[in-house]
């Protein structure tokens, strides 16, 4: 009696071609189609469906514990879709000593700069990636800022801290798979650093006054860009300055009883006052942007251009910087608790 044998070939799910994964991709929602493109190498080739404007996401995000197992709570609301996803993840392992009990420095596409005590980190809250970092020197950084996603090979992270109690500046710097961070020392500043923002291989501070200097990536070059006082308008600024990055402009944003706004001269060396913007969005937060605001009010009824975005209380609120109205913002309606720590999420680069 004859006997027929056959031969079964067993394949991973990671060989699936690419044209049946992106058969997939259009009936899942935004978050699960990164989630998807998250399991493997092969799948982050799989297509993602974009639906919508260049509008930022806003996230909320903060560490819970239940039944001794840390958990990454986070909510993330989508305002070209209206929708708001809840995104629960248990954090096990060796990472739950570093990452819960951990702040926010930085963000950028989606990606947390995560700091703990003297050891720094990254983490998507959206597909659960960790990308560790070396441990510093210094106890803490009062700024950070990374120049790409940290899967790129271009990505270079910035750390500054400054005091205006003490004339030295540490800046380190250095990337994803370094042994160790590199760290130069400023003398005579005596200066807090407000803010820090990536743009054309330079990582661009800004201190107290205005005093703007600049970290050149590839000679690791500083150099300061104004004098030490270089804006002369009495300006006492209820928190914090922005230093936004605006088509290869500059901008600094000051939070004053309304907001002042300036950009940065580069043939005077100095910065001059805003009265309004033209055809951008500017979004603040621990990493603040701008977007280019004209193909968003052809998508929606709202008038998005010459507007400041920024979180009071549970709100968003929105300010016209050329008349000073503000009100709450009916494209991010959603209320977030203020224990949260919000970001803004960039569109994301697929």
């Not at 950070?144 to 940290?150: E, M, N, R």
């Not at 291989?201 to 270089?230: K, Q, R, S």
């Not at 004053?256 to 006052?273: A, L, Q, S, Y």
């Not at 251009?305 to 979180?311: L, Q, T």
Request: hydrophobic share 40%; aromatic share 12%.
């Amino acid at each position: 009696m004859a006997t027929m044998s056959t031969n079964t070939e067993c394949k991973s799910w990671s060989d699936l071609p690419v044209d049946i994964l992106n058969m997939f991709t259009p009936r899942l929602d935004i978050i699960s189609q990164i989630r998807f493109r998250a399991v493997c190498r092969r799948w982050q080739r799989a297509q993602i469906v974009r639906r919508g404007t260049n509008l930022p996401w806003l996230m909320g995000h903060c560490w819970g514990n239940e039944e001794n197992n840390i958990l990454s709570l986070c909510s993330v609301h989508i305002p070209f879709i209206n929708e708001t996803h809840t995104i629960t993840n248990k954090i096990e392992g060796e990472a739950c000593g570093y990452l819960h009990g951990s702040f926010i420095s930085a963000s950028k596409y989606g990606w947390l700069l995560l700091q703990k005590s003297t050891r720094p980190f990254f983490y998507n809250p959206l597909t659960m990636e960790i990308i560790q970092l070396p441990e510093m020197e210094m106890i803490s950084f009062n700024r950070a800022s990374f120049s790409a996603a940290p899967t790129s090979p271009d990505c270079v992270c910035f750390a500054i801290q400054s005091s205006k109690d003490s004339d030295l500046v540490f800046i380190s710097t250095c990337s994803p798979g370094d042994k160790e961070w590199r760290t130069i020392v400023l003398y005579g500043f005596n200066k807090s650093i407000e803010d820090v923002v990536y743009s054309n291989g330079n990582f661009f501070c800004v201190f107290n006054g205005g005093l703007l200097g600049a970290l050149c990536i590839e000679d690791h070059n500083w150099v300061l860009l104004t004098d030490m006082e270089p804006i002369t308008e009495k300006i006492l600024p209820r928190s914090r300055t922005h230093l936004v990055e605006s088509n290869g402009d500059l901008l600094l944003v000051c939070p004053c009883e309304t907001f002042e706004v300036f950009v940065f001269g580069w043939e005077e060396m100095t910065w001059k006052k805003l009265q309004r913007l033209q055809k951008i969005a500017i979004f603040l937060g621990c990493t603040s942007f701008s977007v280019s605001a004209e193909e968003e009010e052809e998508a929606s009824d709202t008038t998005v251009a010459g507007r400041i975005y920024y979180h009071r209380n549970e709100h968003t609120i929105s300010h016209l910087l050329a008349t000073g109205e503000e009100y709450r913002c009916p494209i991010y309606h959603w209320r977030t608790e203020q224990w949260l720590e919000r970001i803004w999420i960039q569109p994301l680069p697929y």
